[in-house]
């Protein structure tokens, strides 16, 4: 007798409940790690969820499907239709910088809490994450934070009133999910430094009555592309890049527009560099740009936990520099917590940055041996200076892939009874944290900006002997998703 196959569906049509760039109004009902907040679509056949990012609990929204399966669907917010009763009015602007700003910050606190603890259990195999929860550090500052900016010039912007684009010289932030779209910052935002934000508006004008155009992004033409600030929370300095084309640059004044920055911030203005970059992606520094200082000085200082470290408009730096003393302390608690396992030892800096975290742990340790290795060599050059203006001594820093670097030195292993880890937003590769794992280190102390990497990369820490003993959450970026963790790790 011949079977019957069943008919299959087309993949399109397996699901009922909504279409790829379908717009819907959605109740949002709970929030999810990472920013998203959860819809339910209900019908006959049960619950369908969206995810849509940077939502809260309680409002309704206006957004559109990006992508759905079977059994759930991610969408973009286009609006938010009514607010939640959680929110409260602040006196600044908003930008899609901090799409919490409205949440009271013990709510952002609760909410970041839950769904990384949730994270872990969840993806990390983690069963008793709660029994293992050591701390959550606060940001010293809830607002103006931020110790960089980039600020974007657009000729298309975007009409506040009627929800519309328009033809507009803008400068400011993006409209969110609008790659082509710039918003008008007309006052401070609560995120970076009030003058400077009260005063972009000036700026906007001076340039606008140039004559010369601001960037559009679908035609892939313009002069003026972003201004960037960075500041000094020890000095109270500003470092600003104008990034431009080259083209119509013989007709715009440098030296005469440094001159009107100063008039406006005085002293605060440290120096004024300025980047040509003719590349049609999206982003402030070429890769085949040019950068020259135009007036003043190219760095300026930052302090943390009383160690100077030179900042040039490329370095990376920790965007909340008070809050990141704070996650720093975490770190060298932990790993300062058994003595035995640091002092007189060689300790492993992995992904280290510009060392700022070697260079801590060695102030504070006795006869530790730092050994620093990241990729990227601008970092790495900068850890080295940074190193030596604060008389740093036993460290030492190598510009290198890490996987690569510990092929090379087969001679550390079974030599390290602490490792620092600090990668990057993608987490460890595997094969690299395999390499680390051979190591045999007794402790790893793992920092991340990323838990859900940080909570793959746990089962096979967990996998190799290394079980979790500790987890503290860093609220570095309040009024966004964004959290930060530090784990300690020890070999069973």
């Given at each position: 007798m011949q079977s019957i196959k069943p008919l299959r569906m087309p993949r399109r049509e397996r699901n009922k409940f909504v279409k790829k760039n379908q717009v819907l109004e959605l109740k949002i009902e709970d929030y999810a790690f990472g920013g998203k907040g959860i819809a339910r679509i209900k019908s006959e056949e049960?619950?369908?969820?969206?995810?849509?990012?940077?939502?809260?609990?309680?409002?309704?929204?206006?957004?559109?499907?990006?992508?759905?399966?079977?059994?759930?669907?991610?969408?973009?917010?286009?609006?938010?239709?009514?607010?939640?009763?959680?929110?409260?009015?602040?006196?600044?602007?908003?930008?899609?910088?901090?799409?919490?700003?409205?949440?009271?910050?013990?709510?952002?606190?609760?909410?970041?809490?839950?769904?990384?603890?949730?994270?872990?259990?969840?993806?990390?195999?983690?069963?008793?994450?709660?029994?293992?929860?050591?701390?959550?550090?606060?940001?010293?500052?809830?607002?103006?934070?931020?110790?960089?900016?980039?600020?974007?010039?657009?000729?298309?912007?975007?009409?506040?009133?009627?929800?519309?684009?328009?033809?507009?010289?803008?400068?400011?932030?993006?409209?969110?999910?609008?790659?082509?779209?710039?918003?008008?910052?007309e006052k401070d935002s609560g995120l970076f430094d009030t003058q400077m934000e009260n005063h972009l508006k000036d700026i906007r004008a001076y340039c606008q009555e140039t004559g010369l155009d601001p960037w559009h992004g679908p035609k892939k033409s313009g002069f003026f592309r972003y201004f960037v600030v960075r500041k000094s929370y020890k000095t109270n300095e500003l470092l600003c890049n104008l990034v431009t084309t080259s083209s119509g640059l013989e007709t715009f004044d440098l030296q005469k527009f440094a001159l009107f920055l100063k008039g406006i911030f005085g002293a605060r203005l440290a120096g004024l560099l300025h980047t040509i970059n003719d590349e049609t992606g999206d982003r402030t520094i070429a890769t085949s740009g040019s950068i020259n200082l135009v007036y003043g000085k190219d760095k300026i200082v930052e302090e943390l936990l009383n160690l100077d470290f030179e900042i040039s408009m490329k370095s990376f730096f920790q965007t909340n520099p008070k809050c990141a003393e704070k996650l720093y302390n975490k770190v060298v608690e932990y790993v300062l917590e058994d003595t035995s396992k640091v002092d007189n030892t060689i300790v492993m800096d992995l992904f280290c940055g510009t060392g700022t975290i070697g260079q801590i742990v060695a102030s504070k340790s006795k006869n530790a041996k730092i050994v620093g290795v990241d990729i990227v060599a601008s970092a790495i050059n900068d850890a080295q200076k940074n190193a030596k203006r604060n008389q740093i001594e036993g460290v030492q820093f190598f510009a290198a892939d890490v996987g690569k670097f510990l092929t090379a030195h087969p001679e550390y292993e079974n030599k390290i009874k602490t490792i620092i880890l600090d990668p990057a937003r993608a987490g460890i590769a595997p094969k690299t944290l395999q390499k680390i794992i051979h190591l045999n280190a007794d402790r790893m102390v793992y920092v991340s900006c990323n838990p859900a990497t940080q909570a793959r990369d746990t089962v096979l820490l967990n996998e190799a002997g290394y079980a979790l003993k500790k987890i503290s959450l860093v609220d570095q970026f309040p009024h966004t998703a964004h959290i930060e963790t530090v784990v300690l790790f020890e070999k069973c």
């Open positions: 049960g619950s369908f969820v969206v995810f849509v990012p940077n939502t809260l609990p309680g409002q309704l929204v206006k957004a559109q499907i990006k992508k759905s399966s079977k059994k759930y669907a991610e969408a973009k917010l286009i609006d938010v239709l009514a607010p939640s009763k959680d929110e409260i009015t602040v006196p600044y602007q908003d930008i899609p910088g901090a799409p919490y700003i409205q949440l009271p910050i013990e709510l952002q606190h609760q909410y970041k809490k839950e769904s990384t603890l949730s994270l872990f259990k969840r993806i990390g195999k983690v069963e008793n994450i709660e029994d293992l929860f050591d701390s959550f550090v606060t940001s010293p500052n809830v607002f103006h934070y931020r110790n960089k900016m980039e600020y974007g010039f657009s000729a298309i912007g975007y009409d506040r009133n009627t929800k519309r684009d328009k033809d507009e010289f803008t400068l400011g932030f993006k409209r969110r999910g609008v790659w082509w779209m710039g918003d008008n910052l």
